[in-house]
């Protein structure tokens, strides 16, 4: 065994995931396979579902239902309970959102945002942490936020509050089980391009500027976030609770300074790309 296996401690351990099956989950999913993880993924994509099961020969308990629906997350912690009689990692990806200013947003809105955002991982939490303690090895529960939970978000209002009531339900919560050595922590990515966020952006722009806007100059990987995702499931970070990761590129830490083509760093946009004289016809501007 080497030496990342053996700090690890993953193999044999089991992980629930909801949203499991594509994007950012597909790939926490099979980094954690990776490591001799055993998984059980809740996913409302049927295809994603079935693609992810048989890429997984059937290793994996992969079930196509809501994570919204308290009868379909139950159903799969019942079938962990069955098959694995443990639970050591749960990770809660699902989340989704739309844009429109808030005054234009109503209640029905309100409450599809939180249901989406929130209050699933509530309800995961409350099946998986009985769970964890009566294994008495402690767990790792690890939530997918967003940068959005850090930062203002006009046009995302409800969503950004609701993924900050992630965070901060998790900062709460990992002082609460730290004594039963049950640890909580959130993944905050930033721009990680996925076949969902693209159907999402739609004109295909959401993208452009990053080497503006994104110090690391590029957009994130799945691997970026599933990186983090296996770290805080593993022994390796042990003594790691109520925190949170930023695979975002540097984007939390700038708050707000851009790097310019030409001018650098700076808060405000250069005089030449205010003025349309970039390039000196105005055709070079830089695109956000």
């Not at 700090?7 to 950012?24: E, S």
């Not at 159907?199 to 503006?212: L, M, P, S, T, Y």
């Not at 030409?262 to 349309?276: A, F």
Request: negative net charge; aromatic residues 6%; glycine residues 16%.
């Amino acid at each position: 065994m080497g030496w990342f296996a053996e700090r690890a401690g993953l193999d044999g351990t089991v992980a629930l995931i909801t949203g499991g099956a594509g994007g950012l989950g597909e790939a926490i999913a099979l980094d954690l396979a990776a490591n001799g993880v055993r998984l059980a993924v809740l996913d409302i994509d049927g295809a994603a579902a079935g693609a992810l099961r048989n890429r997984l020969e059937g290793q994996a308990l992969v079930h196509e239902g809501d994570a919204r629906d308290p009868e379909a997350l139950g159903a799969l912690f019942a079938a962990v309970d069955a098959r694995w009689g443990r639970l050591d990692t749960l990770v809660n990806l699902v989340g989704g959102t739309f844009r429109a200013a808030f005054t234009d947003t109503t209640p029905k809105g309100w409450d599809a945002l939180l249901r989406t955002n929130l209050l699933h991982v509530l309800h995961a939490c409350s099946l998986a942490v009985p769970r964890m303690k009566a294994g008495g090895r402690g767990g790792s529960i690890v939530n997918v936020t967003t940068i959005e939970a850090h930062r203002a978000a006009p046009g995302f209002a409800v969503y950004s509050a609701a993924k900050a009531a992630v965070e901060q339900f998790a900062r709460s919560l990992a002082v609460e089980l730290a004594p039963d050595g049950i640890r909580v922590n959130n993944i905050a990515p930033d721009y990680t391009p996925t076949p969902n966020m693209a159907r999402f952006a739609g004109n295909g722009q959401a993208g452009a500027g990053v080497g503006v806007t994104i110090p690391m100059g590029r957009a994130g990987r799945v691997t970026d976030v599933s990186g983090c995702a296996v770290f805080l499931a593993s022994g390796l970070s042990a003594y790691v609770t109520g925190t949170t990761l930023h695979p975002d590129g540097g984007t939390f830490a700038s708050s707000g300074w851009l790097n310019w083509p030409g001018s650098g760093w700076s808060t405000q946009p250069p005089p030449s790309l205010l003025t349309g004289e970039a390039g000196g016809d105005g055709s070079e501007g830089v695109e956000l």
